[in-house]
Protein backbone atom coordinates (compact mmCIF):
# COMPACT_ATOMS: atom_id res chain seq x y z
CA UNK A 1 0.00 0.00 0.00
CA UNK A 2 1.76 3.01 -1.10
CA UNK A 3 1.28 6.80 0.15
CA UNK A 4 -0.17 7.45 -3.32
CA UNK A 5 -2.58 5.19 -3.27
CA UNK A 6 -3.63 5.95 0.18
CA UNK A 7 -4.20 9.72 -0.83
CA UNK A 8 -6.31 8.54 -3.58
CA UNK A 9 -8.45 6.83 -1.38
CA UNK A 10 -8.44 9.52 0.97
CA UNK A 11 -9.22 12.11 -1.84
CA UNK A 12 -11.79 9.95 -2.91
CA UNK A 13 -13.81 9.73 0.60
CA UNK A 14 -13.12 13.57 0.84
CA UNK A 15 -14.65 14.02 -2.84
CA UNK A 16 -17.87 11.98 -1.53
CA UNK A 17 -18.97 12.19 2.16
CA UNK A 18 -16.98 15.84 2.44
CA UNK A 19 -14.69 16.62 5.52
CA UNK A 20 -16.99 17.97 7.61
CA UNK A 21 -17.01 16.45 11.61
CA UNK A 22 -19.71 14.48 12.09
CA UNK A 23 -21.08 12.78 15.37
CA UNK A 24 -23.84 9.35 15.05
CA UNK A 25 -24.72 9.54 18.46
CA UNK A 26 -26.65 12.57 19.48
CA UNK A 27 -25.41 14.40 22.56
CA UNK A 28 -24.95 17.63 24.36
CA UNK A 29 -22.01 17.73 26.61
CA UNK A 30 -19.43 15.09 26.70
CA UNK A 31 -20.20 13.09 29.46
CA UNK A 32 -22.95 12.18 27.85
CA UNK A 33 -21.27 11.29 24.31
CA UNK A 34 -19.03 8.87 27.18
CA UNK A 35 -21.95 6.88 28.16
CA UNK A 36 -23.86 6.99 24.57
CA UNK A 37 -20.50 5.61 23.43
CA UNK A 38 -20.50 2.96 25.98
CA UNK A 39 -24.28 2.12 24.74
CA UNK A 40 -23.40 1.71 21.88
CA UNK A 41 -21.25 -1.32 21.99
CA UNK A 42 -23.09 -4.04 20.22
CA UNK A 43 -25.65 -2.20 19.59
CA UNK A 44 -26.78 0.72 16.59
CA UNK A 45 -26.21 3.98 16.90
CA UNK A 46 -30.12 4.61 15.79
CA UNK A 47 -31.04 2.44 18.86
CA UNK A 48 -28.52 4.38 21.32
CA UNK A 49 -30.43 7.88 19.92
CA UNK A 50 -33.89 6.68 20.67
CA UNK A 51 -32.41 5.40 24.63
CA UNK A 52 -30.88 8.17 25.39
CA UNK A 53 -33.23 10.87 24.11
CA UNK A 54 -35.54 9.61 27.53
CA UNK A 55 -32.28 8.52 29.50
CA UNK A 56 -30.62 11.95 29.17
CA UNK A 57 -34.47 13.52 30.34
CA UNK A 58 -34.04 10.95 33.32
CA UNK A 59 -30.79 11.59 34.30
CA UNK A 60 -30.14 15.05 33.33
CA UNK A 61 -26.52 15.11 35.15
CA UNK A 62 -23.36 12.55 35.85
CA UNK A 63 -24.27 12.93 39.64
CA UNK A 64 -27.87 11.06 38.71
CA UNK A 65 -26.08 8.45 36.64
CA UNK A 66 -23.83 7.71 39.78
CA UNK A 67 -26.69 7.64 42.44
CA UNK A 68 -29.10 5.94 40.02
CA UNK A 69 -30.40 1.96 40.86
CA UNK A 70 -28.10 -0.38 38.93
CA UNK A 71 -31.97 -2.50 38.40
CA UNK A 72 -33.62 0.11 36.77
CA UNK A 73 -31.15 1.52 34.97
CA UNK A 74 -30.91 -1.50 33.46
CA UNK A 75 -34.75 -1.53 32.44
CA UNK A 76 -33.67 1.72 31.30
CA UNK A 77 -31.45 0.85 28.73
CA UNK A 78 -32.50 -2.87 28.33
CA UNK A 79 -33.40 -2.49 24.18
CA UNK A 80 -29.21 -1.37 23.98
CA UNK A 81 -28.48 -5.48 24.92
CA UNK A 82 -26.12 -6.06 27.38
CA UNK A 83 -27.07 -3.96 30.15
CA UNK A 84 -26.72 -5.50 32.91
CA UNK A 85 -22.70 -5.06 32.30
CA UNK A 86 -23.56 -0.96 30.84
CA UNK A 87 -25.35 -0.07 33.76
CA UNK A 88 -23.06 -1.29 36.31
CA UNK A 89 -19.93 0.25 34.43
CA UNK A 90 -22.23 3.64 33.96
CA UNK A 91 -23.16 4.03 37.52
CA UNK A 92 -19.01 3.38 38.27
CA UNK A 93 -17.81 5.33 35.35
CA UNK A 94 -19.87 8.33 36.65
CA UNK A 95 -19.09 7.98 39.91
CA UNK A 96 -15.82 8.27 39.55
CA UNK A 97 -15.81 11.27 37.28
CA UNK A 98 -17.83 13.07 39.59
CA UNK A 99 -15.33 12.19 42.75
CA UNK A 100 -11.96 12.38 41.15
CA UNK A 101 -13.23 14.28 37.94
CA UNK A 102 -15.32 17.20 39.16
CA UNK A 103 -18.05 16.15 36.45
CA UNK A 104 -15.71 16.53 33.80
CA UNK A 105 -14.64 13.77 31.68
CA UNK A 106 -10.83 13.83 31.37
CA UNK A 107 -8.90 14.11 28.23
CA UNK A 108 -5.93 12.25 28.37
CA UNK A 109 -5.92 8.40 26.94
CA UNK A 110 -4.77 6.67 30.38
CA UNK A 111 -7.34 8.84 32.37
CA UNK A 112 -10.21 7.34 29.95
CA UNK A 113 -9.46 4.01 29.61
CA UNK A 114 -8.55 3.75 33.14
CA UNK A 115 -12.56 4.42 33.99
CA UNK A 116 -15.01 1.44 34.44
CA UNK A 117 -16.26 0.23 30.15
CA UNK A 118 -13.90 2.55 28.84
CA UNK A 119 -11.44 1.04 26.18
CA UNK A 120 -9.61 2.44 23.22
CA UNK A 121 -12.26 2.87 20.95
CA UNK A 122 -14.57 4.68 23.03
CA UNK A 123 -12.05 6.79 24.40
CA UNK A 124 -10.85 8.04 21.11
CA UNK A 125 -14.16 8.61 20.07
CA UNK A 126 -14.28 11.61 23.01
CA UNK A 127 -10.83 12.55 22.61
CA UNK A 128 -11.83 13.33 19.05
CA UNK A 129 -14.97 14.48 18.59
CA UNK A 130 -14.49 16.47 22.15
CA UNK A 131 -11.27 17.80 22.76
CA UNK A 132 -10.05 17.38 18.70
CA UNK A 133 -6.96 15.42 19.54
CA UNK A 134 -6.29 13.22 16.26
CA UNK A 135 -7.57 9.81 17.22
CA UNK A 136 -8.15 6.75 15.54
CA UNK A 137 -11.56 4.93 16.04
CA UNK A 138 -11.26 1.44 15.09
CA UNK A 139 -15.14 0.05 14.72
CA UNK A 140 -16.89 -2.99 12.97
CA UNK A 141 -16.85 -0.56 9.64
CA UNK A 142 -13.23 0.92 10.39
CA UNK A 143 -12.06 -3.12 11.03
CA UNK A 144 -13.76 -5.17 8.23
CA UNK A 145 -13.21 -2.19 5.17
CA UNK A 146 -9.22 -1.32 6.10
CA UNK A 147 -8.60 -4.58 5.74
CA UNK A 148 -10.18 -4.93 2.43
CA UNK A 149 -8.71 -2.44 1.08
CA UNK A 150 -5.63 -3.48 2.17
CA UNK A 151 -4.56 -0.72 5.08
CA UNK A 152 -4.11 -3.50 7.67
CA UNK A 153 -4.05 -7.25 8.09
CA UNK A 154 -4.88 -7.08 11.45
CA UNK A 155 -7.77 -8.64 13.31
CA UNK A 156 -7.14 -6.99 16.90
CA UNK A 157 -8.81 -3.30 17.15
CA UNK A 158 -5.68 -1.45 18.89
CA UNK A 159 -3.39 -3.48 16.04
CA UNK A 160 -5.33 -2.01 13.59
CA UNK A 161 -5.63 1.16 15.54
CA UNK A 162 -1.59 1.36 15.36
CA UNK A 163 -1.62 0.46 11.55
CA UNK A 164 -3.93 3.39 10.49
CA UNK A 165 -2.17 5.65 12.87
CA UNK A 166 1.16 4.56 11.07
CA UNK A 167 -0.21 4.94 7.23
CA UNK A 168 -2.97 7.55 7.34
CA UNK A 169 -2.13 11.42 7.80
CA UNK A 170 -3.08 13.01 11.05
CA UNK A 171 -5.70 15.37 9.55
CA UNK A 172 -7.68 12.25 8.13
CA UNK A 173 -7.75 10.20 11.88
CA UNK A 174 -11.20 11.51 12.88
CA UNK A 175 -12.98 11.87 9.91
CA UNK A 176 -11.48 8.58 8.01
CA UNK A 177 -13.70 7.02 10.99
CA UNK A 178 -16.41 9.13 9.92
CA UNK A 179 -16.51 8.63 6.19
CA UNK A 180 -15.92 4.69 6.01
CA UNK A 181 -18.86 4.49 9.12
CA UNK A 182 -20.89 6.17 5.97
CA UNK A 183 -18.81 4.05 3.56
CA UNK A 184 -20.24 0.88 5.38
CA UNK A 185 -23.99 1.78 5.94
CA UNK A 186 -24.89 2.41 2.75
CA UNK A 187 -22.08 0.52 -0.33
CA UNK A 188 -19.10 -1.70 1.66
CA UNK A 189 -22.04 -3.85 4.11
CA UNK A 190 -20.62 -6.38 5.53
CA UNK A 191 -23.31 -9.19 3.96
CA UNK A 192 -24.02 -7.74 0.48
CA UNK A 193 -21.03 -5.22 -0.52
CA UNK A 194 -21.55 -3.31 -3.70
CA UNK A 195 -18.68 -3.64 -5.14
CA UNK A 196 -19.61 -2.64 -8.32
CA UNK A 197 -21.05 0.67 -7.82
CA UNK A 198 -18.46 1.29 -5.15
CA UNK A 199 -15.97 4.70 -6.10
CA UNK A 200 -13.13 2.36 -4.63
CA UNK A 201 -13.26 -0.37 -6.52
CA UNK A 202 -10.54 0.26 -8.74
CA UNK A 203 -8.38 1.24 -5.67
CA UNK A 204 -9.53 -1.96 -3.38
CA UNK A 205 -8.44 -5.06 -3.74
CA UNK A 206 -11.23 -7.02 -2.01
CA UNK A 207 -13.48 -5.38 -4.87
CA UNK A 208 -11.33 -6.41 -7.82
CA UNK A 209 -11.46 -9.96 -6.66
CA UNK A 210 -15.05 -10.09 -5.96
CA UNK A 211 -15.72 -8.62 -9.49
CA UNK A 212 -13.38 -11.10 -10.69
CA UNK A 213 -15.08 -13.98 -9.35
CA UNK A 214 -18.48 -12.34 -10.15
CA UNK A 215 -17.72 -11.96 -14.00
CA UNK A 216 -16.37 -15.59 -13.93
CA UNK A 217 -19.66 -16.60 -12.29
CA UNK A 218 -21.15 -14.94 -16.04
CA UNK A 219 -19.43 -16.60 -17.93
CA UNK A 220 -20.03 -20.06 -16.42
CA UNK A 221 -23.35 -19.45 -16.18
CA UNK A 222 -23.68 -19.06 -20.29
CA UNK A 223 -21.88 -22.10 -20.86
Known amino acids: MTKKKIGEILQRLDEEYGTEYVCYLNHETP ?13 TDARVNIVTKDLFQKYPTPESFASARQEELEKDIHSTGFYHNKAKNIIACMKIICEQYGGEVPKELEALTSLPGVGRKTANVIRGNIYHEPSVVVDTHVKRISKKLGLTKEDDPEKIEFDLMKKLPKDHWILYNIQIITLGRTICKA ?3 ACDTCFLKD ?7 ALKRSAKAVRESRK
Request: hydrophobic content about 45%; some cysteine.
Open 31 to 43: WQLLIATMLSAQC
Open 191 to 193: QNP
Open 203 to 209: LCPSAKD
